[in-house]
């Protein structure tokens, strides 16, 4: 059973940082892209980030360059975000997400192009 699973979240003042983490089982995140995502309220899900697995090309969503890292362990089967720089705009339900296809500069923001989800975790930015 695919399962992808989020830790992390949690409430932060601007400027500070935090780590998300996303643990899968059910298949080998080693040919996998992976996947960023987030939900404000109100509003549709936005790519964040993305790491294809055959060459490592990464790409961020504007808004996070600079700030947001995302990294993978596979031994481990592990995805990471690391957020600096918080802002309150970066408040969101954080999702990841894994897709066997790699992925472009312009499809790997398509919510519906990724197949396998975790559950989201939250991130509030507030002081």
């Known amino acids: 059973q695919v399962q992808l699973v989020e830790s992390g979240g949690g409430l932060v003042q601007p400027g500070g940082s935090l780590r998300l983490s996303c643990a899968v089982s059910g298949f080998t995140l080693d040919y996998y892209a992976i996947g960023w995502f987030r939900q404000a309220p109100g509003k549709e899900r936005e790519g964040v980030s993305c790491?294809?697995?055959?060459?490592?090309?990464?790409y961020y969503a504007d808004s996070v360059k600079g700030r947001f890292t995302a990294s993978r362990t596979n031994a481990k089967d592990t995805m990471y975000l690391q957020m600096n720089s918080l802002k309150p705009e970066d408040t969101a339900v954080y999702y990841c997400?894994?897709?066997?296809?790699?992925?472009?500069?312009?499809?790997?923001?398509?919510?519906?192009?990724?197949?396998?989800w975790g559950q989201g975790t939250q991130v509030t930015v507030s002081s």
């Open positions: 997400a894994a897709d066997p296809m790699e992925r472009g500069g312009r499809s790997w923001r398509r919510p519906e192009f990724w197949d396998y």
């Open positions: 790491i294809n697995s055959s060459d490592g090309s990464t």
